[in-house]
């Protein structure tokens, strides 16, 4: 059984850092990607960023140039850099996983078949 748990969300004033990470478990084969979701009540989840199995990344343009994508395989663990944070990242984020969904559905979150259940990062400013 896949299972993911995000960890490192917290409050930050506007132009900070935060770090979440993303420990995954359960994985059987070797085409698998993991992704960045966030979500604001009323709205749909957003993918920000996704890495393959094979390393390969994706940002969404309102994330790329501040957010980071990466992997250490020896801790299963997916990582999200995010520095130069506005007050409009507040959001729950989340992270998924699936095979590799293409260059366009890796940010459609129905495609995704697990999920972790959050952690929350508020923005001040």
């Known amino acids: 059984e896949v299972q993911l748990v995000e960890s490192g969300g917290g409050l930050v004033q506007a132009g900070g850092s935060l770090r979440l990470s993303c420990a995954a478990s359960?994985?059987?084969?070797?085409?698998?990607?993991i992704a960045w979701f966030r979500q604001t009540p009323g709205k749909e989840r957003e993918g920000i960023s996704c890495?393959?199995?094979?390393?390969?990344?994706h940002y969404a343009d309102s994330v790329e140039g501040r957010f980071t994508i990466s992997s250490d395989k020896a801790k299963n663990t997916v990582y999200l850099q995010m520095d130069s944070l506005k007050p409009e990242d507040t959001a729950v984020y989340y992270c998924?996983?699936?095979?590799?969904?293409?260059?366009?559905?890796?940010?459609?979150?129905?495609?995704?078949?697990?999920w972790g259940r959050g952690t929350q990062v508020t923005v001040s400013s």
């Open positions: 998924a996983a699936d095979g590799w969904l293409g260059d366009f559905g890796w940010r459609v979150a129905s495609l995704y078949a697990y």
């Open positions: 890495i393959t199995e094979n390393g390969k990344i």
């Open positions: 359960g994985f059987t084969g070797d085409d698998y990607a």
